[in-house]
Nanobody, 126 residues
Framework: QVELVESGGGLVQPGDSLQLSCTDS????????MGWFRQAPGKEREFVSA????????YYSDSVKGRFTISRDKVKKTAVLQMNSLQSEDTAIYYC???????????????????WGQGTQVTVSS
């Protein structure tokens, strides 16, 4: 049963923009957090961004701060990651993930997330 569905990946050129979406098919309640991670070939999975569902508070890694923006649509149960000024270093498989109740110090820790999407490929190349 697919619970987190990601979409929006693709091939773009450096400097271009891309938007990723993640929709949760399950009910959303409690201290729900939706996050994005990415994994490039030969590298460990790294935190990109996250949003607290109730408050809308957002978190970003230093590598994407100022270029990426995360938002959520409560009605559609969808989080959107708007990625601008993409660089070749942004090439990776992007995964959305969900946790309930992560404290701020664990927002960027993959092990704190309970559910994961299947991933979507983002390739930035000229």
């Amino acid at each position: 049963q697919v619970e987190l569905v990601e979409s929006g990946g693709g091939l773009v050129q450096p400097g271009d923009s891309l938007q990723l979406s993640c929709t949760d098919s399950r009910p959303i309640s409690g201290s729900y957090v939706m996050g994005w991670f990415r994994q490039a070939p030969g590298k460990e999975r790294e935190f990109v961004s996250a949003i607290r569902w109730n408050s809308g508070h957002t978190y970003y890694s230093d590598s994407v701060k100022g270029r990426f923006t995360i938002s959520r649509d409560k009605v559609k149960k969808t989080a959107v990651l708007q990625m601008n000024s993409l660089q070749s270093e942004d090439t990776a498989i992007y995964y959305c993930a969900v946790n309930h109740g992560a404290i701020s110090s664990t927002i960027g820790v993959a092990a704190a997330y309970e559910y994961w999407g299947q991933g979507t490929q983002v390739t930035v190349s000229s």
